[in-house]
Protein backbone atom coordinates (compact mmCIF):
# COMPACT_ATOMS: atom_id res chain seq x y z
CA UNK A 1 0.00 0.00 0.00
CA UNK A 2 1.46 2.81 -1.42
CA UNK A 3 -0.85 5.61 -0.08
CA UNK A 4 0.86 9.70 1.00
CA UNK A 5 0.51 10.89 3.87
CA UNK A 6 -1.20 13.83 1.83
CA UNK A 7 -4.09 11.26 0.87
CA UNK A 8 -4.44 9.66 4.42
CA UNK A 9 -4.53 13.23 5.92
CA UNK A 10 -8.01 13.62 3.80
CA UNK A 11 -9.47 10.44 5.87
CA UNK A 12 -10.95 9.88 9.17
CA UNK A 13 -10.73 6.36 10.94
CA UNK A 14 -13.58 5.50 13.35
CA UNK A 15 -12.79 2.99 15.64
CA UNK A 16 -15.40 0.72 18.15
CA UNK A 17 -13.55 -2.31 20.08
CA UNK A 18 -15.40 -5.09 21.62
CA UNK A 19 -13.23 -6.89 24.31
CA UNK A 20 -13.73 -10.12 26.48
CA UNK A 21 -12.67 -10.32 30.05
CA UNK A 22 -12.06 -13.73 31.06
CA UNK A 23 -13.07 -13.79 34.88
CA UNK A 24 -10.86 -14.60 37.41
CA UNK A 25 -13.35 -17.16 38.98
CA UNK A 26 -12.33 -20.64 40.56
CA UNK A 27 -14.96 -22.73 38.44
CA UNK A 28 -16.88 -21.42 35.00
CA UNK A 29 -19.81 -19.53 34.46
CA UNK A 30 -22.58 -22.88 34.46
CA UNK A 31 -20.47 -25.44 35.65
CA UNK A 32 -18.06 -27.06 38.76
CA UNK A 33 -15.02 -27.47 36.20
CA UNK A 34 -11.99 -25.58 36.95
CA UNK A 35 -11.70 -22.53 35.23
CA UNK A 36 -7.48 -22.58 34.86
CA UNK A 37 -6.73 -25.06 32.17
CA UNK A 38 -3.31 -23.19 30.95
CA UNK A 39 -1.14 -26.79 32.15
CA UNK A 40 -4.32 -29.05 31.10
CA UNK A 41 -4.21 -31.74 28.61
CA UNK A 42 -7.49 -30.85 25.81
CA UNK A 43 -10.61 -31.93 27.62
CA UNK A 44 -9.47 -32.21 30.76
CA UNK A 45 -10.97 -28.89 32.96
CA UNK A 46 -14.70 -29.90 31.97
CA UNK A 47 -18.03 -31.01 33.09
CA UNK A 48 -20.88 -32.78 31.45
CA UNK A 49 -22.55 -29.48 31.30
CA UNK A 50 -19.83 -27.81 29.01
CA UNK A 51 -20.26 -31.13 26.53
CA UNK A 52 -23.76 -30.17 26.43
CA UNK A 53 -24.95 -33.31 27.54
CA UNK A 54 -29.40 -34.28 27.65
CA UNK A 55 -30.54 -33.56 30.94
CA UNK A 56 -27.60 -31.19 32.46
CA UNK A 57 -29.03 -27.94 33.97
CA UNK A 58 -26.98 -25.15 34.79
CA UNK A 59 -26.21 -23.53 37.91
CA UNK A 60 -24.85 -19.63 37.69
CA UNK A 61 -21.32 -18.95 39.14
CA UNK A 62 -22.11 -16.56 42.04
CA UNK A 63 -18.67 -15.29 42.16
CA UNK A 64 -18.88 -14.52 37.98
CA UNK A 65 -21.67 -11.98 38.76
CA UNK A 66 -19.70 -10.62 41.67
CA UNK A 67 -16.85 -9.48 39.13
CA UNK A 68 -19.38 -8.34 37.00
CA UNK A 69 -20.22 -6.11 39.28
CA UNK A 70 -16.82 -5.06 39.93
CA UNK A 71 -16.47 -4.28 36.42
CA UNK A 72 -19.15 -1.91 36.34
CA UNK A 73 -17.74 0.16 38.58
CA UNK A 74 -14.14 -0.33 37.22
CA UNK A 75 -16.41 1.38 33.56
CA UNK A 76 -18.70 3.97 35.54
CA UNK A 77 -21.31 2.05 34.82
CA UNK A 78 -24.41 1.87 36.59
CA UNK A 79 -25.60 -2.13 37.19
CA UNK A 80 -28.86 -3.35 36.19
CA UNK A 81 -31.22 -4.22 39.14
CA UNK A 82 -32.66 -7.43 37.10
CA UNK A 83 -30.17 -8.70 34.04
CA UNK A 84 -31.44 -11.72 32.15
CA UNK A 85 -29.45 -14.95 30.34
CA UNK A 86 -30.63 -15.47 26.41
CA UNK A 87 -29.69 -18.13 24.27
CA UNK A 88 -27.12 -17.52 20.91
CA UNK A 89 -27.64 -20.06 18.44
CA UNK A 90 -24.88 -20.74 16.12
CA UNK A 91 -23.90 -24.13 14.94
CA UNK A 92 -20.01 -24.77 15.06
CA UNK A 93 -17.99 -27.43 16.78
CA UNK A 94 -16.50 -26.11 19.66
CA UNK A 95 -20.11 -25.01 20.41
CA UNK A 96 -21.79 -28.72 21.66
CA UNK A 97 -25.06 -27.16 23.06
CA UNK A 98 -25.95 -25.65 19.61
CA UNK A 99 -25.94 -22.25 21.31
CA UNK A 100 -24.19 -19.97 23.22
CA UNK A 101 -25.40 -18.56 26.72
CA UNK A 102 -24.75 -14.66 26.65
CA UNK A 103 -27.32 -11.30 27.80
CA UNK A 104 -28.68 -9.65 24.70
CA UNK A 105 -31.78 -8.16 25.40
CA UNK A 106 -30.80 -7.41 29.16
CA UNK A 107 -27.39 -7.13 30.04
CA UNK A 108 -25.88 -6.53 33.52
CA UNK A 109 -23.38 -3.53 32.83
CA UNK A 110 -25.42 -0.64 31.38
CA UNK A 111 -23.85 2.33 29.59
CA UNK A 112 -20.57 3.90 31.27
CA UNK A 113 -17.15 5.49 29.82
CA UNK A 114 -13.44 5.09 30.03
CA UNK A 115 -10.63 8.15 30.42
CA UNK A 116 -7.73 6.31 28.70
CA UNK A 117 -4.55 8.83 28.77
CA UNK A 118 -2.83 9.55 25.48
CA UNK A 119 0.96 10.36 25.10
CA UNK A 120 0.64 14.04 25.02
CA UNK A 121 -0.55 13.68 28.94
CA UNK A 122 -4.35 14.10 28.00
CA UNK A 123 -7.22 11.77 28.43
CA UNK A 124 -9.69 10.82 25.55
CA UNK A 125 -12.86 9.70 26.63
CA UNK A 126 -14.37 6.32 24.95
CA UNK A 127 -18.52 5.91 25.67
CA UNK A 128 -19.15 2.51 26.71
CA UNK A 129 -22.07 1.17 25.50
CA UNK A 130 -22.96 -1.75 27.70
CA UNK A 131 -21.20 -4.87 29.05
CA UNK A 132 -22.22 -8.39 29.37
CA UNK A 133 -21.93 -11.67 30.84
CA UNK A 134 -21.61 -14.81 28.30
CA UNK A 135 -19.86 -18.25 28.03
CA UNK A 136 -16.34 -18.37 26.02
CA UNK A 137 -16.48 -21.26 23.29
CA UNK A 138 -14.17 -23.94 22.98
CA UNK A 139 -11.14 -24.33 20.66
CA UNK A 140 -10.52 -25.57 17.57
CA UNK A 141 -7.12 -26.74 16.51
CA UNK A 142 -6.93 -27.26 12.63
CA UNK A 143 -5.12 -29.51 10.61
CA UNK A 144 -4.65 -30.72 7.44
CA UNK A 145 -7.77 -32.41 6.56
CA UNK A 146 -8.74 -32.21 10.16
CA UNK A 147 -9.61 -30.57 13.38
CA UNK A 148 -9.69 -30.76 16.98
CA UNK A 149 -11.98 -29.80 19.68
CA UNK A 150 -10.68 -28.56 23.23
CA UNK A 151 -13.53 -27.83 25.39
CA UNK A 152 -11.16 -26.52 28.02
CA UNK A 153 -11.98 -22.97 27.38
CA UNK A 154 -15.88 -23.51 26.85
CA UNK A 155 -18.25 -22.50 29.82
CA UNK A 156 -15.69 -19.85 31.01
CA UNK A 157 -17.09 -16.65 32.20
CA UNK A 158 -16.70 -13.44 30.53
CA UNK A 159 -17.66 -10.03 30.38
CA UNK A 160 -17.84 -8.46 26.93
CA UNK A 161 -17.09 -4.76 26.55
CA UNK A 162 -18.68 -3.02 24.17
CA UNK A 163 -17.52 0.78 23.01
CA UNK A 164 -19.08 3.32 21.26
CA UNK A 165 -17.22 4.29 18.12
CA UNK A 166 -16.04 7.50 19.38
CA UNK A 167 -11.58 6.53 19.11
CA UNK A 168 -10.37 8.00 15.39
CA UNK A 169 -6.94 7.05 15.80
CA UNK A 170 -4.52 4.20 16.50
CA UNK A 171 -3.34 5.72 19.71
CA UNK A 172 -6.61 6.42 20.88
CA UNK A 173 -7.91 2.26 20.36
CA UNK A 174 -4.40 1.34 21.92
CA UNK A 175 -4.50 3.82 25.12
CA UNK A 176 -8.11 2.77 25.31
CA UNK A 177 -7.38 -0.99 25.39
CA UNK A 178 -4.35 -0.73 27.76
CA UNK A 179 -6.74 1.60 30.31
CA UNK A 180 -9.50 -1.06 30.02
CA UNK A 181 -6.71 -3.48 30.59
CA UNK A 182 -5.44 -1.65 33.62
CA UNK A 183 -8.66 -1.22 35.32
CA UNK A 184 -10.07 -4.93 35.22
CA UNK A 185 -6.97 -6.32 36.48
CA UNK A 186 -7.13 -3.34 39.06
CA UNK A 187 -10.68 -4.13 40.17
CA UNK A 188 -10.05 -7.38 40.40
CA UNK A 189 -11.95 -8.74 37.63
CA UNK A 190 -9.84 -11.05 35.44
CA UNK A 191 -6.13 -12.37 35.93
CA UNK A 192 -5.17 -10.19 32.41
CA UNK A 193 -2.84 -12.46 31.54
CA UNK A 194 -3.08 -11.13 27.78
CA UNK A 195 -0.60 -14.16 26.54
CA UNK A 196 -3.45 -16.77 27.41
CA UNK A 197 -6.40 -14.90 26.13
CA UNK A 198 -7.22 -13.59 29.81
CA UNK A 199 -8.48 -10.45 27.56
CA UNK A 200 -9.07 -10.90 23.57
CA UNK A 201 -9.87 -7.28 21.48
CA UNK A 202 -12.13 -7.42 18.52
CA UNK A 203 -11.22 -4.04 16.55
CA UNK A 204 -13.86 -2.42 14.19
CA UNK A 205 -12.79 -0.20 11.50
CA UNK A 206 -14.42 2.21 9.20
CA UNK A 207 -13.00 5.18 7.34
CA UNK A 208 -14.84 7.60 5.64
CA UNK A 209 -13.73 11.37 4.45
CA UNK A 210 -13.27 14.09 6.51
CA UNK A 211 -16.50 15.96 7.36
CA UNK A 212 -18.39 13.06 5.69
CA UNK A 213 -21.66 12.20 7.38
CA UNK A 214 -21.93 8.57 7.59
CA UNK A 215 -19.39 6.31 8.44
CA UNK A 216 -17.88 3.95 5.48
CA UNK A 217 -18.24 0.15 5.98
CA UNK A 218 -16.37 -1.48 8.65
CA UNK A 219 -13.62 -4.42 9.08
CA UNK A 220 -13.77 -6.20 11.99
CA UNK A 221 -10.32 -7.70 13.10
CA UNK A 222 -11.06 -9.77 15.75
CA UNK A 223 -8.79 -11.94 18.68
CA UNK A 224 -6.07 -9.30 18.84
CA UNK A 225 -4.15 -9.65 22.30
CA UNK A 226 -1.67 -7.07 22.76
CA UNK A 227 -1.99 -3.10 22.74
CA UNK A 228 1.00 -3.34 20.09
CA UNK A 229 -1.28 -5.21 18.02
CA UNK A 230 -4.65 -3.22 18.55
CA UNK A 231 -2.37 -0.68 17.35
CA UNK A 232 -0.52 -2.23 14.59
CA UNK A 233 -3.89 -3.38 13.58
CA UNK A 234 -6.17 -0.05 13.03
CA UNK A 235 -2.67 1.87 11.57
CA UNK A 236 -2.96 -1.12 8.74
CA UNK A 237 -6.84 -1.11 8.20
CA UNK A 238 -6.83 2.56 7.77
CA UNK A 239 -4.61 2.35 4.78
CA UNK A 240 -5.61 -0.49 3.71
CA UNK A 241 -9.17 1.08 3.36
CA UNK A 242 -7.78 4.26 2.27
CA UNK A 243 -6.24 2.28 -0.58
CA UNK A 244 -9.02 1.03 -1.36
CA UNK A 245 -11.23 3.76 -1.68
CA UNK A 246 -8.46 5.90 -3.79
CA UNK A 247 -8.46 3.41 -6.19
CA UNK A 248 -12.04 3.33 -7.16
CA UNK A 249 -13.29 0.01 -5.15
CA UNK A 250 -15.44 -0.73 -1.84
CA UNK A 251 -14.84 -1.79 1.38
CA UNK A 252 -16.21 -5.38 2.21
CA UNK A 253 -17.89 -5.53 5.47
CA UNK A 254 -16.04 -8.92 7.15
CA UNK A 255 -14.20 -10.10 9.38
CA UNK A 256 -10.37 -9.99 9.33
CA UNK A 257 -7.62 -11.53 10.84
CA UNK A 258 -4.17 -9.98 12.14
CA UNK A 259 -0.87 -11.62 11.64
CA UNK A 260 1.93 -10.49 13.84
CA UNK A 261 4.44 -12.23 11.74
CA UNK A 262 3.34 -10.13 8.70
CA UNK A 263 2.24 -7.22 10.08
CA UNK A 264 -0.82 -7.36 8.01
CA UNK A 265 -4.72 -7.98 8.29
CA UNK A 266 -6.15 -10.73 6.01
CA UNK A 267 -9.94 -11.77 5.16
CA UNK A 268 -11.86 -14.73 6.93
CA UNK A 269 -15.08 -14.00 6.60
CA UNK A 270 -17.99 -11.96 5.03
CA UNK A 271 -20.11 -10.28 8.42
CA UNK A 272 -23.41 -8.99 7.54
CA UNK A 273 -25.04 -6.84 9.98
CA UNK A 274 -28.55 -9.00 9.62
CA UNK A 275 -27.16 -12.34 10.64
CA UNK A 276 -29.91 -13.95 12.36
CA UNK A 277 -28.19 -15.92 16.28
CA UNK A 278 -32.14 -16.76 16.75
CA UNK A 279 -32.03 -15.00 20.18
CA UNK A 280 -34.59 -16.60 22.90
CA UNK A 281 -34.71 -16.19 26.65
CA UNK A 282 -32.51 -18.81 28.51
CA UNK A 283 -35.51 -20.84 30.40
CA UNK A 284 -32.85 -22.70 32.27
CA UNK A 285 -31.14 -19.43 34.07
CA UNK A 286 -33.52 -17.38 36.87
CA UNK A 287 -33.12 -13.84 35.69
CA UNK A 288 -30.00 -12.23 37.75
CA UNK A 289 -31.79 -9.74 40.65
CA UNK A 290 -29.37 -7.81 42.68
CA UNK A 291 -29.92 -4.93 45.49
CA UNK A 292 -28.76 -1.90 45.62
CA UNK A 293 -26.94 -3.16 49.18
CA UNK A 294 -25.45 -5.94 47.74
CA UNK A 295 -24.32 -3.60 44.58
CA UNK A 296 -22.66 -1.03 47.12
CA UNK A 297 -21.56 -3.97 49.46
CA UNK A 298 -19.52 -5.58 46.17
CA UNK A 299 -18.36 -2.34 44.98
CA UNK A 300 -16.84 -1.39 48.05
CA UNK A 301 -14.21 -4.34 47.69
CA UNK A 302 -13.11 -2.62 44.98
CA UNK A 303 -9.44 -1.28 45.37
CA UNK A 304 -8.15 1.74 44.27
CA UNK A 305 -8.57 2.44 39.98
CA UNK A 306 -5.59 3.72 37.75
CA UNK A 307 -7.66 6.83 37.72
CA UNK A 308 -7.42 7.14 41.40
CA UNK A 309 -3.74 6.93 41.85
CA UNK A 310 -3.13 9.21 39.16
CA UNK A 311 -5.73 12.00 41.38
CA UNK A 312 -3.54 11.27 44.60
CA UNK A 313 -0.18 11.60 42.75
CA UNK A 314 -1.08 15.12 40.95
CA UNK A 315 1.42 16.38 43.45
CA UNK A 316 4.45 14.76 42.60
CA UNK A 317 4.73 16.69 39.33
CA UNK A 318 5.53 13.25 37.79
CA UNK A 319 5.83 12.85 33.91
CA UNK A 320 2.71 11.09 32.66
CA UNK A 321 5.03 8.13 30.91
CA UNK A 322 6.41 6.88 34.50
CA UNK A 323 2.77 6.87 35.93
CA UNK A 324 1.96 4.70 33.21
CA UNK A 325 5.01 2.53 33.54
CA UNK A 326 4.31 2.03 37.07
CA UNK A 327 0.42 1.38 36.72
CA UNK A 328 1.40 -1.29 34.79
CA UNK A 329 2.13 -3.31 37.49
CA UNK A 330 -0.36 -3.06 40.79
CA UNK A 331 1.62 -4.38 43.26
CA UNK A 332 4.25 -1.03 42.20
CA UNK A 333 1.33 1.36 42.17
CA UNK A 334 0.34 -0.42 45.95
CA UNK A 335 3.63 0.25 47.16
CA UNK A 336 4.45 3.02 45.71
CA UNK A 337 1.30 5.43 47.02
CA UNK A 338 2.35 3.49 50.66
CA UNK A 339 5.05 5.73 50.28
CA UNK A 340 3.90 8.81 48.99
CA UNK A 341 0.36 8.79 50.82
CA UNK A 342 1.75 9.20 54.70
CA UNK A 343 -1.34 9.56 56.91
CA UNK A 344 -1.45 11.47 59.68
CA UNK A 345 -1.15 8.65 62.17
CA UNK A 346 2.32 7.57 60.51
CA UNK A 347 4.30 10.65 58.92
CA UNK A 348 5.46 12.12 61.63
CA UNK A 349 7.43 8.56 62.77
CA UNK A 350 8.37 8.13 59.37
CA UNK A 351 10.08 11.32 58.67
CA UNK A 352 11.76 10.67 62.04
CA UNK A 353 13.08 7.73 61.09
CA UNK A 354 14.24 9.28 58.18
CA UNK A 355 15.19 12.66 59.60
CA UNK A 356 13.44 14.45 56.44
CA UNK A 357 11.07 17.26 56.65
CA UNK A 358 7.85 16.09 54.25
CA UNK A 359 9.14 18.37 50.84
CA UNK A 360 12.26 16.23 51.18
CA UNK A 361 10.12 13.18 51.93
CA UNK A 362 8.17 13.94 48.38
CA UNK A 363 11.25 13.82 46.52
CA UNK A 364 12.51 10.39 47.88
CA UNK A 365 8.87 9.53 46.82
CA UNK A 366 9.65 10.48 43.35
CA UNK A 367 13.08 8.93 43.51
CA UNK A 368 11.56 5.68 44.25
CA UNK A 369 8.90 6.30 41.39
CA UNK A 370 11.53 6.72 39.10
CA UNK A 371 13.52 3.47 40.19
CA UNK A 372 10.59 1.27 39.05
CA UNK A 373 10.01 3.04 35.91
CA UNK A 374 13.52 3.40 34.63
CA UNK A 375 14.11 -0.56 35.53
CA UNK A 376 13.53 -2.79 32.31
CA UNK A 377 10.49 -4.98 33.45
CA UNK A 378 12.34 -8.11 32.34
CA UNK A 379 14.82 -7.39 35.65
CA UNK A 380 12.32 -7.26 38.11
CA UNK A 381 10.00 -9.93 39.94
CA UNK A 382 6.98 -7.71 40.95
CA UNK A 383 5.88 -11.05 43.19
CA UNK A 384 8.55 -9.72 45.20
CA UNK A 385 7.09 -6.36 45.49
CA UNK A 386 3.50 -8.01 46.62
CA UNK A 387 5.05 -10.03 49.10
CA UNK A 388 6.72 -7.15 50.88
CA UNK A 389 10.15 -7.81 50.27
CA UNK A 390 10.71 -4.62 48.41
CA UNK A 391 8.85 -2.72 50.98
CA UNK A 392 8.39 1.55 51.37
CA UNK A 393 10.87 1.62 54.15
CA UNK A 394 14.07 0.16 51.99
CA UNK A 395 12.82 2.07 48.96
CA UNK A 396 13.13 5.18 50.97
CA UNK A 397 16.19 4.95 52.54
CA UNK A 398 17.52 4.00 49.34
CA UNK A 399 16.09 6.81 47.91
CA UNK A 400 17.60 8.92 50.50
CA UNK A 401 21.39 7.90 50.06
CA UNK A 402 20.97 8.95 47.04
CA UNK A 403 19.36 12.19 47.57
CA UNK A 404 21.98 12.75 50.24
CA UNK A 405 24.61 11.80 47.49
CA UNK A 406 25.68 9.11 49.64
CA UNK A 407 25.40 6.28 46.55
CA UNK A 408 25.85 7.64 42.76
CA UNK A 409 22.41 7.18 40.80
CA UNK A 410 23.99 4.43 39.10
CA UNK A 411 24.87 2.52 42.70
CA UNK A 412 21.23 3.30 43.81
CA UNK A 413 19.78 1.01 40.18
CA UNK A 414 22.16 -1.56 41.17
CA UNK A 415 20.80 -1.54 44.93
CA UNK A 416 17.35 -1.36 43.62
CA UNK A 417 17.92 -4.67 42.00
CA UNK A 418 19.78 -6.11 45.16
CA UNK A 419 16.12 -5.20 47.07
CA UNK A 420 14.72 -7.93 44.89
CA UNK A 421 16.88 -10.62 46.42
CA UNK A 422 16.14 -12.83 48.67
CA UNK A 423 20.09 -12.96 49.42
CA UNK A 424 19.29 -8.83 50.65
CA UNK A 425 15.91 -9.69 52.65
CA UNK A 426 15.50 -7.11 55.21
CA UNK A 427 19.35 -6.04 54.74
CA UNK A 428 19.08 -2.24 54.56
CA UNK A 429 20.30 -0.36 51.31
CA UNK A 430 23.06 1.51 53.18
CA UNK A 431 24.75 -1.94 54.65
CA UNK A 432 24.24 -3.22 51.20
CA UNK A 433 26.18 0.24 50.11
CA UNK A 434 29.17 -0.97 52.15
CA UNK A 435 28.75 -4.28 51.67
CA UNK A 436 29.46 -3.52 47.89
CA UNK A 437 31.25 -0.78 48.53
CA UNK A 438 29.32 1.77 46.52
CA UNK A 439 29.41 4.63 48.79
CA UNK A 440 30.65 7.64 47.68
CA UNK A 441 33.06 10.40 49.00
CA UNK A 442 31.34 13.01 49.80
CA UNK A 443 33.35 15.14 52.16
CA UNK A 444 34.14 18.32 50.46
CA UNK A 445 37.72 19.00 51.53
CA UNK A 446 38.66 15.68 50.39
CA UNK A 447 36.86 16.52 47.43
CA UNK A 448 38.45 19.52 46.91
CA UNK A 449 42.00 18.29 47.09
CA UNK A 450 41.57 15.88 44.40
CA UNK A 451 40.22 18.80 42.13
CA UNK A 452 43.08 21.12 42.97
CA UNK A 453 45.39 17.89 41.93
CA UNK A 454 43.91 17.22 38.26
CA UNK A 455 43.44 21.22 37.80
CA UNK A 456 47.42 21.39 38.77
CA UNK A 457 47.93 18.64 36.16
CA UNK A 458 49.27 19.56 32.59
CA UNK A 459 46.97 17.39 30.85
CA UNK A 460 44.17 19.56 32.39
CA UNK A 461 45.26 22.63 30.47
CA UNK A 462 43.41 21.52 27.20
CA UNK A 463 40.31 21.22 29.22
CA UNK A 464 40.60 24.21 31.33
CA UNK A 465 40.93 26.74 28.33
CA UNK A 466 38.57 24.84 26.32
CA UNK A 467 35.99 25.75 29.11
CA UNK A 468 37.42 29.58 29.59
CA UNK A 469 36.13 29.97 25.82
CA UNK A 470 32.80 28.99 26.48
CA UNK A 471 32.67 24.86 25.37
CA UNK A 472 30.88 23.53 28.47
CA UNK A 473 31.63 19.93 28.00
CA UNK A 474 35.09 19.84 28.00
CA UNK A 475 34.17 20.03 31.97
CA UNK A 476 33.59 16.03 31.44
CA UNK A 477 36.97 15.55 30.88
CA UNK A 478 38.06 17.03 34.63
CA UNK A 479 35.13 15.00 36.26
CA UNK A 480 36.33 11.98 35.00
CA UNK A 481 40.06 12.75 36.28
CA UNK A 482 38.18 13.32 39.76
CA UNK A 483 36.46 10.55 39.31
CA UNK A 484 39.71 8.03 38.56
CA UNK A 485 41.89 9.38 41.17
CA UNK A 486 39.23 8.92 43.82
CA UNK A 487 38.15 5.39 42.51
CA UNK A 488 35.21 5.85 41.39
CA UNK A 489 33.72 7.56 45.13
CA UNK A 490 33.90 11.13 44.64
CA UNK A 491 30.11 12.53 44.49
CA UNK A 492 30.63 13.54 40.61
CA UNK A 493 27.88 15.99 41.61
CA UNK A 494 29.75 17.82 43.82
CA UNK A 495 33.37 17.40 41.58
CA UNK A 496 31.96 19.15 39.42
CA UNK A 497 30.56 22.44 41.82
CA UNK A 498 34.11 22.33 43.16
CA UNK A 499 35.71 22.61 39.31
CA UNK A 500 33.25 25.00 37.96
CA UNK A 501 34.36 27.27 41.66
CA UNK A 502 37.92 27.11 41.29
CA UNK A 503 37.79 28.09 37.80
CA UNK A 504 35.92 30.75 38.48
CA UNK A 505 38.30 31.87 41.16
CA UNK A 506 41.29 31.63 38.87
CA UNK A 507 41.84 31.92 35.73
CA UNK A 508 44.13 29.71 32.72
CA UNK A 509 47.20 31.86 33.83
CA UNK A 510 46.66 31.63 37.36
CA UNK A 511 46.34 27.88 37.68
CA UNK A 512 49.43 27.65 35.43
CA UNK A 513 50.90 29.78 38.09
CA UNK A 514 50.14 27.57 41.11
CA UNK A 515 51.54 24.63 39.01
CA UNK A 516 55.16 25.79 39.03
Known amino acids: MAVSDEILQQYEMTIGIECYVQLATKTKLFSPADNDARNAEPNEKTHEIDFGLPGMLPVLNKHAVELAVRAGKALNAPIARVS????????????????????????????????????????????????????????????????????????????????????????????????????????????????????????????????????????????????????????????RQVDLLESGESVVQETRGWSDDKQITTSQRSKEDAQDYRYMPDADIPPVVLSDEEIARIQAEVPMLPNEYRERWVGLKLDHSVIDTVLAHQEAAKTLDAIYSLTDSNEQSVLEDLNVDRQTYDRLAKRSFNLFASTPDEQLDYQKVESGLVGPRRLTHLALLAEKGTISSNSAKEIFLDLFNEKYAGVMPEDIAKEKNLLQLSDESAIAAIVDEVLSDPASAASIADIKAGKDKAIGYLIGQVMKRSKGQANPSLAQKLIREKLLRFDTSEIGENRS
Open 84 to 239: RFDRKHYFYPDLPKGYQTSQMYQPIILAGYVDAPLEDGSLKRVRIHHAHMEEDAGKLTHHDGYSLVDLNRAGTPLIEIVSEPDMHSAEEAKAYASELHKLMVYAGVTHGDLYHGNMRFDVNISVAKKGATELGKRAEVKNLNSFRSVERAAEYEFK
